[in-house]
T-cell receptor, first 110, second 113 residues
């Protein structure tokens, strides 16, 4: 099963700034998901975007999907120190198993 | 969403021993999965735990090393057998209910000396 490739690997910003993370993939998808992991603990589902959607919002999160470019981006607006975490782009396989990208480590400085 | 309890949360084990990790869900779920996260790495799927039958393993993972049980729709175990330092990882279970997103337990942080 394919894996998303994320960029950048690490991102450090000041509190209040916006953070943008990108994900690229190789073959067609039904949907793409973003998960967050705080300090090597369990993962929290953030948002799912379907292949027929171009943009989706959830609170301070905005996800875009460009199927022609096979890419997605996650934007976190007005970041907070509590947003410090690893963010993963996740693709779903045919048996509903998840394939995780390498992740972006976001650090929000107070 | 389902509440997942994973035990133990962490353990330090001796080389050559085995450890069984438990994943308990507070409601019946369609599917259960086990993932491994090696230090500084992303998550890799080990297997899909099938209720009442043998688990479905991903490439690179075998039943002798990672036996899995799923006796009912709310419980599964993963055993890490004959451990070596290379098995030091976080092991996570996840569950799927219908068409909801997969939810994860807090993970088991395993260190092998």
């Amino acid at each position: 099963s394919q894996q998303g490739e994320e960029d950048p690997q690490a991102l450090s910003i000041q509190e209040g700034e916006n953070a943008t993370m990108n994900c690229s993939y190789k073959t067609s998808i039904n949907n793409l998901q973003w998960y967050r992991q705080n300090s090597g603990r369990g993962l929290v589902h953030l948002i799912l975007i379907r292949s027929n959607e171009r943009e989706k919002h959830s609170g301070r999160l905005r996800v875009t999907l460009d199927t022609s470019k096979k890419s997605s981006s996650l934007l976190i607006t007005a970041s907070r120190a509590a947003d410090t975490a690893s963010y993963f782009c996740v693709l779903t396989g045919s048996a509903r198993q998840l394939t995780f990208g390498s992740g972006t480590q976001l650090t929000v400085l107070p | 969403s389902a509440v997942i309890s994973q035990k133990p949360s962490r353990d330090i084990c001796q080389r050559g021993t085995s450890l069984t990790i438990q994943c308990q869900v507070d409601s019946q779920v369609t599917m259960m999965f086990w993932y491994r996260q090696q230090p500084g790495q992303s998550l890799t799927l080990i297997a899909t735990a099938n209720q009442g039958s043998e688990a479905t393993y991903e490439s690179g993972f075998v039943i002798d090393k990672f036996p899995i049980s799923r006796p009912n729709l709310t419980f599964s175990t993963l055993t890490v057998s004959n451990m070596s330092p290379e098995d030091s990882s976080i092991y996570l279970c996840s569950v799927l209910q219908g068409y909801q997103p997969q939810h994860f337990g807090d993970g088991t942080r395993l260190s092998i000396l």
